[in-house]
């Protein structure tokens, strides 16, 4: 019988991306490599190079620029030498945008063409799915799911159901969830909620 994740008392909290990380984002490379690392674990350069699309050499640059920004690390100490076979790690279990309002008008044009990026990546990573999900096992495509709603809320109950929904998921979280059963897969969870904005033009939300 599957069991249910034991989430450590508190959850390890998210990382704010400030003004620095959101400019070593801005390259969609970066935001590939950073989200690989928190999806896979430790991994070198090489072995990042061929699912964000890049050289090996590419990598590295990258890795040192979100290193810099402080998004990155290195996993472990290796001795000098080649830095495509050392491997990096996320700095946090996950992060968050800043949304200071004294970041500035330049910041918030920054956030909203990252969470483009995010999105794009996120739907790109389902498409490389559904184009391979024959060759994947049964169970687990048996076990997929995507779903859509449109819900009629107000923006408290909004903030307080998205809140529900992340405590329920974060404990499964890769880096959180250590004692991961031997046969768990690392499964993508992409969820967004927001006002529709052809329907908000009506007058439905204030």
Sequence with gaps: MPRDATPPDPLP????IGAEA??????PARLALLNH????????????APVVGETASNCSWHLRA??????????????EGDGRTRPWRATAVG??????ADDGPAAA?????????????????????????????????????????????TADELEALLGRIDALIRPYVRPIRPDAPEDAGIVQVTL???????LH?????A
Aim: hydrophobic fraction near 50%.
């Design 13 to 16: 909290p998210r990382a704010v």
């Design 22 to 27: 959101l400019a070593a984002l801005a390259v």
């Design 37 to 48: 690392l928190l999806a896979a674990g430790p991994r070198t350069a090489s072995e990042c």
């Design 66 to 79: 979100l290193a810099k920004a402080g998004l990155v690390e290195r996993a472990a100490r290796a001795p």
């Design 95 to 100: 992060f968050v945008f800043s949304d200071a």
């Design 109 to 153: 044009v920054a956030r909203t063409a990252l969470a483009g990026m995010s999105a794009e990546y996120a739907d790109d990573l389902y498409r490389r799915y559904l184009a391979r999900q024959t060759d994947l096992p049964d169970a687990w495509t048996h076990a997929a799911g995507d779903y859509g709603y449109a819900l009629s809320v």
């Design 192 to 198: 967004r909620a927001f006002l529709n904005p052809d």
């Design 201 to 205: 033009e009506e007058g439905g939300a």
